[in-house]
């Protein structure tokens, strides 16, 4: 990631919640003075607050880098037209954050000449576990791709997607997923309670069992159906769960592609 481009010309946030800052700290760790950052956002954090040298709400530079756009959808027909401006002028890069708004929507705003880039973080982004999907219009080359995945990668892993279309299916695997991870969670420490155990135990269970485990699937080298072999004895208690868990007609699997493909139903709905 080019820093000193990005530095000398200066970087603007259209809105700083919780996924833009924990972007903007990324980035500020790694070099990037908060002097050369501009924040557009109605209720900046006390943490923004207290950057010393960034410009809070105050007027954009005229040609920035980047501009990162990071407010929420419903307010995007708000948000949008004072880029107009900052569209017209070449090199700048226009990364949104934002679900559920297709890049046609952006072109019509910011013009046929905008280099845009749509990005699907997710939650974890905010501890730097992220992963984010990316797909840029047809002005998006190569050192604008990999720009875009240098300044996402502050926030977890990066993968680009071969056509815009499949971010609704990111949306409903990546996007939405964590929150199938805490229902599990929520879900497996209910459980627990149910066969005795206090609820706080249980809850510290569920917890460090799901983090430990997805930590394991990502670093082994082993696919996660043998990771769930090793841990099965036949005849065992976990062959006895799974054989609930991997029914074929009311199992995790036939519930999975129920609830993922809601998701994407939703998505596509939002972005028509």
Known sequence: ?????????????????????????????????????????????????????????RQLPESP??????????????????????????GT??????????LSVYQEVLGPEAVIIRAMPNTPAAIGKGITALIGNQRAGDVEMALAEGLLRAVGQTVRLENEGQIDAVTGVSGSGPAYVFHLIEALAEAGQAEGLS??????????????????????DEPPARLRE??????????????????E????????????????????????
């Open 249 to 272: 007609k009311d199992g995790l699997r036939p519930l999975m592609r129920r609830a993922v493909r809601a998701a994407v139903k939703r998505s596509q709905e939002l972005g028509s």
């Open 230 to 247: 090793n841990v099965t004895s036949p005849g065992g208690t976990t062959a006895a769960a799974l054989g609930i868990l991997m029914d």
């Open 1 to 57: 990631m080019d820093m000193n481009k990005i530095s000398d010309r200066g970087m603007v946030l259209l809105g700083c919640g919780k996924m833009g800052s924990a972007m903007l700290s990324g980035w500020l760790a790694q070099g990037l003075p908060a002097s050369s950052v501009w924040v557009v956002d109605p209720h900046p954090s006390d943490w923004l607050k207290g950057l010393d040298g960034l410009h809070l709400n």
């Open 93 to 102: 890069l226009f990364i949104s954050v934002a679900a559920g708004i297709p």
């Open 199 to 220: 609820q706080d135990l249980a809850m510290q269970l569920a917890k460090a069992t799901v983090a430990g485990a997805g930590a394991l699937a990502e670093q082994a």
């Open 65 to 90: 880098a980047v501009v990162l756009i990071a407010v929420k959808p419903q307010m995007m027909a708000e948000a949008l037209p004072a880029l107009r401006q900052i569209a017209g002028h070449d």
